[in-house]
């Protein structure tokens, strides 16, 4: 049952004066997760634990799997409120991550087994929150942010966080092949939890996510639930970024521990390709945000995934241990920053505009949020494991690994092209225009 509610809904324009707090929020979670759990930073802090590849991979599907819990949380986050539970959560779960920060003097005393146990523990707590948070930030975004200017936000918020994001790699990288022993990376993740900090202070200045619901009816909930899984557009939407994202974590998962060990750079150089990646990013983000909010997003998920199929590949023909290895595979990191940029934008905003009916938001939006964060996590989980499988019998199990992920994001492609887009003007009518444009005389 909805609660009543005596203050009028925010207008365009009001959400509009709110939405510099947002970005700072998220440039500043940005700061958190690049030099946490998301960044190269963690899975070198894992390996520097003396975790193998398959424990590695475990750690990193943990964060994922536990937003399973997201639609049977939904019904109470959204008696809550969607603000409130968003800001309590991501709050405890900064001082969860400053607790992981003892796991190398717990290596040092009790060795390898208690310090993973310890690292498994901290990140399930951190799983649970954060999975409990993005069930109230996803429907309070959705509220937030117009219609009619999403994809220019989403461009405007992806340059000022990729921008953050090229200065605080590039003090992570200079930190960590300056410092010995752990605290080459207990530095840089301590950074970003005081700047993970200042994010959920920022969020606390937006407006809306107040309570949608006064009693929790599972009933109801459930009813809702199996309306989503109905909807044939939603689910095709939920089957093509299933394969597709399974896919790209199969080869993404490992890629710092694949320049390292591969290519030969340094732990600081593996770093500071997140820069080319965030520069790619910077280059793409104005440009498909305008395009997306006139030609619609199904033409630019089709190039985006076009170039997520090409990394894996450019990954394999990295030359080894030459002077040109960094530049080659910064130049690698720059294309995956466009296509990342130009697929994550376009199917976003399919999402919110297109997928999820407003009205549905809590309960699509977390079975959306489970079921792809669960594949994700599967990705590295797999990834690991083929690794480990592949080693005995191969010199480099990575190109086993490789080839093994761009199967799913073909089949994504398939299913992609049956995807209902009202708003999007195809690619041959955009190729038909391009070609008579090319044809006219000049003037």
Known sequence: MALPDPSPALTDRQKIRKLPFYIAAMTMNSVFTTLTVFGSVFPLFLADLGLDKARIGLALALIPYATLISPIMAPFVSKWGFRRTFLTVWTIRKFIITAMLLAPAILATAGPDAAFTWVTVCIIGFALCRATGDTGLLPW???????????????????????????????????????????????????????????????????????????????????????????????????????????????????????????????????????????GTLLAALPVGWALDRIGNKPLMLIGLAMLLALPVCWLAAPRN??????????????????????????????????????????????????SSFVGGSGPLLAGAILTALAPITANPYTGLFIISLAPMLIGGVVLSRLRDDEAVSLRYLAGRALRRASRPAP
């Open 141 to 279: 975004t959705q509220e937030l942010v117009p219609n009619d200017i999403r994809g220019k936000f989403m461009a405007f918020e992806n340059v000022i966080v990729t921008l953050v994001q090229i200065a605080i790699v590039a003090l992570a990288g200079f930190l960590i092949d300056r410092l010995g022993g752990s605290a080459r990376y207990v530095a840089p993740m301590g950074i970003g939890v005081v700047g993970g900090l200042i994010g959920v202070l920022l969020f606390s200045f937006l407006p809306g996510g107040k309570p949608a619901r006064q009693t929790i009816d599972l009933r109801a909930h459930l009813a809702e639930m199996q309306l989503a899984l109905k909807d044939r557009n939603f689910m095709f939407f939920m089957g093509m970024l299933t394969l597709v994202t399974f896919g790209s974590a199969l080869s993404g998962a490992f890629i710092p521990l694949f320049a390292n060990e591969k290519i030969g750079l340094s732990p600081g150089n593996v770093v500071l390709l997140s820069i080319g990646s965030s520069a």
């Open 322 to 371: 030459e002077p040109t290895s960094l530049a080659f595979a910064m130049g690698v990191s720059f294309l995956a920053g466009i296509g990342g940029a130009t697929w994550s934008m376009s199917w976003s905003r399919f999402l919110f505009n297109t997928a999820v009916p407003p009205q549905h938001s809590a309960v699509y939006l977390s079975t959306y949020y489970a079921w």
